[in-house]
């Protein structure tokens, strides 16, 4: 497969450089597929679908044909994922899709941890480690270090601030041995992130240390996002007459956004023939993608603190790829967009727990009140000529190509991706619902390890000694 950059059209490369450069340094553009082929209408027709490994082994194939082959591709894809994504019915005309069965509790182990095995193949002819370096404000270090825990020719080192994540987060990330270890900066995480990417300009530094990232717009973590689109879509196609009494069900993928990611992986996989209809881009107070659905002008903030704090983003880089692959207008057609204040987060979890009994996690909660308010006839009001405001929490006023499954044809099942585990979360879960989330065994093993985190100041020569001194 070429790879080409949301920038520059003429540029031109293969996967190993996509991945192991991260993004194009000279455009500061994004490496996407120059095609997504669609995979064989047999194998998409199947009834019961295939199994999710076998999905993603298709999948994968295309992008990384010629550079892996197919039973090294098949040894990543099942080392990567020895647990499921689970597809849940809730109601009648809405599932939820699972995506926190990885070690870390959130849907991001999907990604980190197909990255950390095909970085590892692509680094085994090399007799030196590949160093990565990788700040983070929470989530993304535990999900990196767990992937990349003990994968041969890798070195991780994580950044992150002192102070300023949450308790279980620095157990998730500070605990791990041998090639993984985390440093507790005396700073902000931009401080962090500054003081990886002045490691990464450190000619002198580099010239000692190979050096690599592994944050979001990595192509090979966006990539394996897609594998669980196909498969729950495949999934919930198969199971809508049986359980829903709909024979051509219209698929809604339900999407809590913050860098826009996951939600770009749907669309690579509706353009690989999933059975998806459309999208609603859910995000809670940080509205930058809301706010050009509504307005068409693309403006990015600062982001601002919520309690799904994973989606903190008000400069998502996945915007470059979204409108890469699709027009604004093609975009108003395929997207519904809301967003959520604090406020709705937490009476959006009561929701679905009293109606329910499902306990959602803050992110996911934002899909939920979203999905819900669709589903109850949000959509009925946009038809009718009402203009939202989308300065105010709710719909923006565009209205969907699929509006009418939801209004007349009530052939729309909505599928709303829950990213992280309720325990994760588990002060606003309780705040919401009166009840402690019950803690999964990982989770709670993690919380009885030794904290290994190394303590660094804020300063750059400093930290350039650290990792001299001590990587090799
Ligand atoms: C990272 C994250 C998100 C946001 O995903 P994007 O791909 O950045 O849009 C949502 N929920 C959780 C729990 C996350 O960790």
Known sequence: MIYTDTRDKTAKVDFRTAVVNGMNEKTGGLYIPVE?????????NKNPE?????????????????????????????DAYPFPAKVVAVDPNSYILELFHGPTCAFKDFGARFMARVMS????????????????????????????HNVPGLDVTILYPKGKISPLQ?????????????????????????????????????????????????ISRLLPQSFYYMYSSLSVKNKAWQYNKIEEPSIIMVVPSGNFGNLTSGLIAKKMGAPITGFVAATNT????????????????????????????GSPSNYERIAAMYSLEEVRQL????????????????????????????????????????????????????????????????????????????????????????????????????????????????????DLS???????????????????
């Open 170 to 218: 620095e157990k998730q990330l500070s605990t791990f041995d041998n090639n993984v270890r985390a440093l507790k900066v005396d700073g902000t995480f931009d401080d962090c992130q500054k003081l990886v990417k002045t490691a990464f300009t450190d000619e002198s530094l580099r010239s000692k240390l190979r050096l690599s990232s592994a944050n979001s717009i990595n």
């Open 121 to 148: 193949y692509f680094n085994r002819g090399e007799n030196s480690p590949l160093h990565i370096l990788v700040a983070t404000s929470g989530d993304t270090g535990s999900a990196v270090g767990s992937a990349f």
């Open 50 to 78: 295939p199994p999710f490994r076998d999905i993603a082994f298709e999948m994968a194939k295309p992008y990384v044909e010629g550079e892996i082959d197919d039973k090294n591709l098949r040894a990543i894809i099942n």
């Open 454 to 472: 190394i303590p660094m100041e804020n300063d750059y020569e400093q930290f350039k000694d650290w990792l001299l001194e001590n990587l090799r």
């Open 36 to 44: 997504f082929p669609k995979l064989e209408k047999s194998f998409l």
């Open 286 to 313: 940080n509205r930058t993608i809301p706010d050009w659905i509504a307005t068409g002008s693309y403006n990015a903030r600062p982001s601002i603190a919520t309690y799904a704090n994973a989606m903190d983003v």
């Open 335 to 450: 997207f519904a967009s809301y967003w959520l204040d604090d406020e709705g987060i937490i009476n959006s979890i009561k929701d679905c727990y009293s109606k329910t009994g499902y306990v959602i996690d803050p992110h996911g909660s934002v899909g939920w009140k979203a999905w819900s308010d669709i589903k109850n006839g949000a959509m009925k009001d946009l038809v009718a000529g009402k203009k939202n405001d989308y300065t105010k929490p709710g719909l923006t006023p565009n209205i969907p190509s699929w509006v009418d499954d939801v209004i007349t044809k009530k052939n729309a099942i909505g599928v709303i991706l829950e990213t992280a585990h309720p325990a994760k979360f588990g002060s606003t879960v309780t705040k919401a619902t009166g009840k402690s989330p019950s803690i999964p065994d990982r989770l709670e093993k993690v919380l009885k390890l030794k």
